[in-house]
């Protein structure tokens, strides 16, 4: 097994949702509360979950975008949980993000080329003649060649996109955080930026954490698969052996969506009951058991434990 490009140990982000007469944080939203996980180098790991799991807040924290609550992120062996924004620095070279929405994330009022080059600049490379050559390598790599000197407005959904993977190659990452990197693009440009984002994979040598809600690309773009449920992860699997046999009543509901949707398999969909609790205030013990059918009293006592169950197939639930 290749050595990880990423860890977390027991990674907690909680936002304050009330405060005192000091502005002193009296309850809390626990957005993600108590993860771990590592991606290999060159490995795609998906992250699913339903919208307010705490999936993009898990990748914004790794990113240290957003102060970790506790917990470890270790990356390349270095610990960078507690690293200072100046030292950060070094570290955004090799890890970049790939954002939801590419016009929100590009300046309206900049040739893109002359964008990518800023983040150039900032990580180092004095020489002009340098950076264009680089801006121009980079349109070329994600399809894009020779159209460095025009404004966002000027592409499409999907080509902006692409200029938005360029920016985050430019500085030679190895760990790209992808945060729905396509459900704000058409259908029809969707396939071409997975396909985009796996052939750079290939070619670059890249390891992904993939957050979506769209389980079919997580599926085919993803090595391993990591399920979060209410700010919890539930279970993790190599991609094949979780949509082919989930283990915790969470994945089967949740992937039995695909199942159904498969032609030929007679497979049905499982309707979760229920609303999702509030993260203020989870349920005691299985975050699950207000919406599980197989809940037992002690789901509601004890927390249940990950459980290997062979094959780096790992499960949260008291079934096992
Ligand atoms: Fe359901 Fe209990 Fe397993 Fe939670 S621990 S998923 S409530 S069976």
């Not at 680089?134 to 902006?160: C, N």
């Not at 090595?223 to 992860?233: E, S, T």
């Not at 979760?272 to 989870?282: A, Q, R």
């Given at each position: 097994m290749s050595a990880s490009i990423l860890e977390v140990k027991n990674l907690k982000k909680y936002f304050p949702a009330m405060t005192n007469l000091f502005g002193k944080g009296t309850e809390f939203v626990r957005a993600v509360d108590g993860i771990d996980f590592y991606i290999n180098q060159g490995e795609v790991l998906g992250l699913v979950g339903e919208s307010g799991c705490g999936k993009s807040t898990t990748g914004r924290t790794v990113l240290r975008l957003l102060e970790p609550?506790?917990?470890?992120?270790?990356?390349?062996?270095?610990?960078?949980?507690?690293?200072?924004?100046?030292?950060?620095?070094?570290?955004?070279?090799?890890?970049?993000?790939?954002?939801?929405?590419?016009?929100?994330?590009?300046?309206?009022?900049?040739?893109?080329?002359?964008?990518i080059e800023e983040v150039l600049v900032v990580h180092g490379m004095k020489d002009g003649a340098q950076r264009r050559e680089r801006v121009r390598e980079l349109f070329d790599i994600v399809g894009l060649r020779g159209e460095e000197d025009k404004y966002p407005h000027e592409f499409s959904g999907g080509q902006r996109q692409r200029v938005v993977i360029a920016r985050a190659l430019a500085v030679n990452p190895r760990l790209v955080i992808c945060d729905e990197p396509v459900s704000a693009l058409d259908v029809s440009i969707?396939?071409?930026?997975?396909?985009?984002?796996?052939?750079?994979?290939?070619?670059?040598?890249?390891?992904?954490?993939?957050?979506?809600?769209?389980?079919?690309?997580?599926?085919?773009?993803?090595?391993?698969?990591?399920?979060?449920?209410?700010?919890?992860?539930?279970?993790?699997?190599?991609?094949?052996?979780?949509?082919?046999?989930?283990?915790?009543?969470?994945s089967m509901a949740l992937l039995s969506v695909v199942s159904a949707l498969n032609p030929g398999k007679n497979k049905k969909k499982v309707i979760l009951e229920g609303e999702v609790p509030s993260p203020v205030s989870p349920p005691s013990g299985c975050r699950f058991r207000t919406r599980c059918k197989y809940a037992a009293r002690i789901c509601s006592e004890a927390e249940p434990q990950i459980k290997c169950l062979g094959g780096g197939h790992l499960v949260s639930c008291h079934l096992y």
């Amino acid at each position: 097994m290749s050595a990880s490009i990423l860890e977390v140990k027991n990674l907690k982000k909680y936002f304050p949702a009330m405060t005192n007469l000091f502005g002193k944080g009296t309850e809390f939203v626990r957005a993600v509360d108590g993860i771990d996980f590592y991606i290999n180098q060159g490995e795609v790991l998906g992250l699913v979950g339903e919208s307010g799991c705490g999936k993009s807040t898990t990748g914004r924290t790794v990113l240290r975008l957003l102060e970790p609550t506790e917990g470890r992120i270790i990356f390349d062996g270095r610990d960078i949980t507690h690293l200072k924004k100046k030292m950060l620095r070094s570290i955004y070279k090799h890890m970049q993000l790939v954002f939801q929405d590419p016009f929100a994330s590009l300046n309206p009022r900049k040739k893109v080329g002359k964008a990518i080059e800023e983040v150039l600049v900032v990580h180092g490379m004095k020489d002009g003649a340098q950076r264009r050559e680089r801006v121009r390598e980079l349109f070329d790599i994600v399809g894009l060649r020779g159209e460095e000197d025009k404004y966002p407005h000027e592409f499409s959904g999907g080509q902006r996109q692409r200029v938005v993977i360029a920016r985050a190659l430019a500085v030679n990452p190895r760990l790209v955080i992808c945060d729905e990197p396509v459900s704000a693009l058409d259908v029809s440009i969707q396939a071409q930026i997975v396909n985009l984002l796996v052939s750079l994979k290939n070619r670059l040598g890249l390891s992904y954490l993939f957050i979506s809600h769209d389980l079919r690309v997580v599926k085919y773009m993803s090595d391993r698969v990591a399920v979060m449920y209410l700010g919890k992860i539930v279970e993790t699997a190599p991609a094949g052996e979780l949509f082919k046999n989930p283990a915790h009543p969470y994945s089967m509901a949740l992937l039995s969506v695909v199942s159904a949707l498969n032609p030929g398999k007679n497979k049905k969909k499982v309707i979760l009951e229920g609303e999702v609790p509030s993260p203020v205030s989870p349920p005691s013990g299985c975050r699950f058991r207000t919406r599980c059918k197989y809940a037992a009293r002690i789901c509601s006592e004890a927390e249940p434990q990950i459980k290997c169950l062979g094959g780096g197939h790992l499960v949260s639930c008291h079934l096992y």
